[in-house]
């Protein structure tokens, strides 16, 4: 009598990480930049705030700038409740700070939420994937942990 062994094999696909659908936006002058998803480049800090936040955005930028130097960081404003027939203007008004990118529709905000009246600091990978975010008006505790966080998550990649 003959004796036989099923061997059963399986093996797994290892899938890419998700990377997340491209999210591109326009400065006042018209140049674009890739702030999630494919030809990102590297992990980023975006700070975006609406009109409100953007009175307190100066020194969470400088604080950002300080603590994580080599991570791109990436002013937005949020001015979806601008009415469209005064856009030109408000394009026109952020003529000498062409390093802000307008978001006209809320692409940010849908995708990696918002709070109103505040700054709204996102920490996104290379793949476009939310990793950690904060908001607030006045940076101090909350900032800091959330810098650690960034930097935990940077050591860790």
């Keep these: 009598m003959a004796t036989f ?13 998700p990377t997340a659908p491209r999210l591109v936006l326009t400065s006042a002058d018209g140049r674009e930049t890739i702030i999630a998803g494919p030809g990102s480049g590297s992990p980023r800090l975006v700070v975006m705030s609406d009109r409100d936040g953007a009175r307190h955005a100066k020194p969470w930028v400088a604080a950002l700038q300080d603590m994580q130097p080599d991570v791109p960081l990436i002013e937005v404003a949020h001015l979806v409740q601008v009415p469209a027939m005064i856009r030109p203007f408000v ?11 307008l978001d006209w529709k809320g692409r940010v905000a849908a995708r990696y939420g ?20 904060v908001s607030g008006r006045v940076p101090g505790d909350t900032l800091a942990a959330f810098i650690r966080r960034v930097a935990a998550a940077l050591d860790g990649r």
């Excluded at 026109?92 to 990118?101: C, N």
């Design 5 to 17: 062994t099923i061997v059963v094999w399986q093996a797994a696909l290892v899938q890419p990480a």
């Design 114 to 133: 918002f709070t109103p009246a505040a700054v709204n600091v996102y920490f996104v990978d290379d793949t476009g994937r939310l990793i950690e975010r």
């Design 91 to 101: 394009r026109r008004g952020f003529r000498g700070a062409e390093h802000v990118l």
